[in-house]
């Protein structure tokens, strides 16, 4: 398709001069960079902040968090520890 656009003088000059390194037209030059800008402008963009996702592992059995023996059993008897954070095994 043919079409006429009005752009900035020192822009065309930069873009004649790149087309003519690289052995291109002017035409394929806007093309591309056309191409690239559009692409650029539809790609999924990063959430700012998001949360990384981590792989656990294992899933644990649900707890009743008012027990806290229940929490806190998880977390010390694979480590060798009571209650008090207290080495079980002597």
């Given at each position: 398709m043919r079409t006429t656009?009005?752009?900035?003088?020192?822009?065309?000059?930069?873009?004649k001069a790149h087309a003519a390194l690289s052995g291109l037209s002017v035409g394929s030059v806007m093309e591309e960079a056309l191409r690239a800008?559009?692409?650029?402008?539809?790609?999924?963009?990063?959430?700012?902040g998001a949360l990384p996702v981590f792989e656990c592992g294992e899933f644990l059995l649900p707890v009743d968090a008012s027990d806290t023996s229940a929490l806190l059993d998880p977390l010390l008897?694979?480590?060798?520890?009571d209650e008090r954070?207290?080495?079980?095994v002597r």
């Open positions: 656009v009005t752009i900035d003088d020192a822009l065309y000059r930069r873009v800008l559009l692409l650029e402008k539809s790609a999924p963009v990063a959430t700012q008897v694979p480590a060798g520890l954070g207290s080495d079980a």
